[in-house]
């Protein structure tokens, strides 16, 4: 299994609203990665898991808020966004280990706030 | 500090013929390097990476990368495209802090 699975595929919520998108992976991997993508834009670093340790948090809004349960479960937790944040979220992961070791990639959940 | 520079923003090459998208970086110390393809509405597929000592790399669906030290390139070939190739194209570039740095990306637009 070389898949990361990301859910929901679409979400639409007002300003008020909180709600999770939720990634999995079964390849073992130690790393994972919350990214946002604006269109035809490359992806931007939100926050690394390492070991099931928050590792980096790039200066994301607390209104962004990660969480990892578990080796397999990377989620995050949105409340009062902003119609700014409407953006392709991307989850991925890879093995923790050589640098030459490339990072899988689930679909997205494209994210509209109304 | 690290960069990759993806100098075009699109890149039109007629079906059957080669195409060529570019990439340069900037890093201290050895450079590992990855190309990704965005197809519309979906996330990032893996293609290929450098790893030490092999300067052409062979990717997926007959994508290959020519490495160049001197000119600190990483340059994404194909000896024949497809209308199927279509799509937005990611160089990257993981440095000592482990995760990846992106390029601007690359539209590439092959015309029947």
């Known amino acids: 299994d070389t898949e990361v699975t990301q859910t929901p ?51 994301v809004p607390s209104r962004f808020s990660p969480e990892c349960p578990n080796s397999s479960l990377l989620n995050l937790h949105l409340h009062a966004l902003q119609p700014e944040d409407s953006a392709l979220y991307l989850c991925a992961s890879s093995p923790l280990g050589g640098y030459n070791t490339e990072a899988f990639f689930g679909q997205g959940t494209r994210l509209t706030v109304v | ?35 990704y393809v965005q197809y519309p509405n979906r996330g990032l597929q893996f293609l290929l990476k450098y790893i030490t000592g092999d300067n052409l790399v062979k990717g ?20 024949s495209a497809l209308v199927s190739d279509s799509a937005l194209y990611f160089c990257a570039l993981r440095g000592s802090a482990r995760q990846l740095t992106f390029g601007s990306g690359t539209q590439l637009t092959v015309l029947p």
């Not at chain 1, 999770?20 to 670093?45: T, V």
């Not at chain 2, 997926?60 to 000896?79: D, I, M, R, V, W």
């Open chain 1, 9 to 59: 595929k679409h979400l639409v919520m007002g300003m008020t609203n909180k709600k999770s998108l939720k990634c999995e992976q079964h390849m073992g991997h130690r790393a994972m990665y919350w990214y946002k993508q604006k269109a035809k834009k490359p992806p931007e670093l939100m926050f690394v898991y390492s070991y099931e340790k928050l590792s980096i948090n790039e200066s």
């Open chain 2, 1 to 35: 500090a690290q960069s990759v520079a993806q100098p075009e923003d699109q890149v039109n090459v007629a079906e059957g013929n080669p195409l060529t998208v570019k990439c340069t970086y900037s890093v201290s110390g050895n450079p590992y390097l990855f190309w």
């Open chain 2, 60 to 79: 997926s669906y007959g994508f290959e990368a020519e490495f160049n030290k001197s000119q600190t390139s990483f340059h994404l070939k194909k000896p």
